[in-house]
């Protein structure tokens, strides 16, 4: 005696074949499943991604925290011209913020950004890559200021495009600072 809907259909029973398990999602094929897999996976690695999504404009605006900075280096200010590090504390400033620094010679009314952001730790220290201030055969003696700047995409868009567009081996500068660069601190050293 057969129970009713336990028998595998008449077709199956016929030729000694047993009956496949029913397919709980008949949609979800391996090569959909793999693609979720994939896009899961990529957005997790694009979110571990620590300071890519911030340079490249992730960072909407400014913090409504109260900000601060210091400059701890350089702390002599008889600088040389090139792979100065500057570095500081500051309050109000987090890792998901991008500040960048900004060279000016005084009295000249071009910006000069550095090539890369600096990068801010938790606790709000902040360090920048090795910095090029002036020119090494004609800034001897000259007074720059070293600004510092927290900026959102637009500002970083139009930093990454002078880098890229400029003429190698010349530094004309920004004529202005773009929108969305708001200054934080400065400093004035002179070029040794």
Avoid at 86 to 94: A, C, E, H, K, N
Avoid at 124 to 134: E, K, Q, R, S, V
Wanted: glycine share 10%.
């Amino acid at each position: 005696m057969a129970v009713i809907g336990t028998d595998p259909p008449p077709n199956i029973r016929d030729r000694g074949e047993s009956p496949e398990e029913p397919r709980r999602f008949p949609w979800l094929t391996w090569t959909t499943a793999l693609f979720v897999l994939l896009g899961a996976l990529f957005g997790a690695v694009g979110t571990a991604t620590t300071n890519l999504p911030a340079i490249l404009g992730a960072v909407a605006g400014t913090s409504a925290a109260a900000t601060s900075v210091h400059f701890t280096a350089p702390d002599s200010p008889s600088v040389p011209a090139e792979n100065v590090i500057p570095r500081g504390t500051s309050t109000g400033i987090g890792p998901t913020d991008v500040i960048w620094l900004v060279t000016q010679k005084v009295g000249d009314n071009s910006f000069q950004p550095q090539v890369l952001p600096c990068t801010v730790a938790a606790d709000g220290d902040w360090t920048c890559p090795a910095t090029f201030i002036g020119n090494k055969d004609t800034d001897r003696g000259q007074v720059f200021d070293l600004v510092l700047y927290r900026v959102d995409g637009r500002a970083v868009t139009a930093f990454l495009n002078y880098d890229r567009t400029r003429p190698e081996g010349t530094y004309r500068g920004l004529a202005q600072m773009p929108d969305g660069a708001q200054e934080l601190g400065r400093i004035e050293v002179v070029r040794n």
